[in-house]
């Protein structure tokens, strides 16, 4: 059973930074699309950032040009770099392989991003 592990959330305020990171008990993510999710109270999950297993990579429109996502297979991780958070950024963020758009695996607990202005 595959485990995906989120961290790096926290705190922050607005126009501030944040280095997420998901590590992957198995080899997955160098075989995979892998996408960064999140979650706002209220909203159903969107995919924010996706990133193909040859580097490629795609943004929703809210978030291009403030995140960015990579991936280092040797580690089986993948980061998303954030920066000039906006209070609208908070929610929890959760990784996941993808195939086509959907999901692969069993969900991670996620990482809590909350930005205060």
């Known amino acids: 059973q595959v485990q995906l592990v989120e961290s790096g959330g926290g705190l922050v305020q607005a126009g501030g930074s944040l280095r997420l990171s998901c590590a992957a008990s198995?080899?997955?993510?160098?075989?995979?699309?892998v996408a960064w999710y999140r979650q706002a109270p209220g909203n159903k999950r969107e995919s924010v950032a996706i990133?193909?297993?040859?580097?490629?990579?795609n943004y929703v429109d809210s978030v291009k040009g403030r995140f960015t996502i990579s991936r280092d297979n040797a580690q089986n991780t993948v980061y998303l770099q954030m920066n000039s958070l906006k209070a609208e950024d908070t929610a929890i963020y959760y990784c996941?392989?993808?195939?086509?758009?959907?999901?692969?695996?069993?969900w991670g607990q996620g990482t809590q991003v909350t930005v205060y202005s």
């Open positions: 198995g080899s997955i993510f160098s075989i995979n699309a």
């Open positions: 996941n392989a993808i195939r086509s758009v959907f999901p692969i695996f069993p």
């Open positions: 990133i193909s297993s040859d580097g490629n990579t």
